[in-house]
């Protein structure tokens, strides 16, 4: 069920293409669960980015890299009930 606005799904996708640009530069487990936080959860982040932050810290680093290795920036925020389903 999509549960943001399209102000959410738009940071979503930013935020996702920076996650995809930090495992491009060095595709370690280590590495992405230390700047995961620096991305999406830093505090000089827009508020509505918590949710963003809640949702890829829940379901895991591992489960993380395999959806930003496979899939594109929309994908995954569509999965994260972030965006909306494509029609």
Do not use: W
Not at 38 to 64: N, R, S, Y
Request: net charge positive; glycine share 4%; with cysteine.
């Amino acid at each position: 069920m999509y549960t943001e606005g399209k102000a959410s799904c738009i940071l979503c996708k930013g935020v996702a293409h920076e996650m995809k640009e930090l495992l491009s530069k060095n595709k370690t487990v280590d590495f992405l669960q230390k700047n995961i936080k620096k991305v999406a959860c830093a505090h000089d982040k827009p508020a509505v980015l918590k949710t963003i932050c809640t949702k890829i810290t829940e379901m895991g680093i591992p489960a993380l890299i395999d959806m930003i290795t496979n899939k594109s920036s929309g994908d995954i925020c569509r999965l994260l009930t972030i965006c909306p389903k494509k029609s």
